[in-house]
């Protein structure tokens, strides 16, 4: 079974943030690594919800995107919520999800 992605609206703006920051700051390699590695992740995802790491406190799963980023989400019933793109060098009790 595949589930379907849902963007928050929050992790679409997280995702934008940090397309920006490499923008600003690396090269279009490391630009496009970054969408092919959240795209694979995306897919890994929606074929297993179960994969990543789950948080009892947040009641959310957190999947390591770069050694830097992490995504944030939840399951919905036969949807997957994405919650947050984290910086992961962030203190972890700043993130509300």
């Known amino acids: 079974m595949s589930y379907q992605i849902i963007w928050s609206p929050q ?3 997280s995702y934008q943030q940090i397309l920006k920051y490499l923008q600003n700051r690396w090269t279009e390699r490391e630009i496009n ?3 092919e ?3 694979e992740g995306l897919s890994f ?3 297993n919800t179960l994969l990543y790491r789950y948080s009892k406190q947040n009641d959310s799963y957190k999947s390591v995107v770069t050694e830097q980023t992490s995504l944030i ?3 919905n019933q036969d949807k997957v919520e994405l919650l947050s793109f984290w910086d992961n060098r962030q203190d972890p009790e700043k993130l509300n999800v």
Do not use: D
């Open 37 to 39: 590695r959240t795209e």
């Open 33 to 35: 690594n970054f969408i």
């Open 45 to 47: 995802i929606s074929q």
């Open 73 to 75: 989400y939840q399951i």
């Open 11 to 13: 992790a679409n703006y």
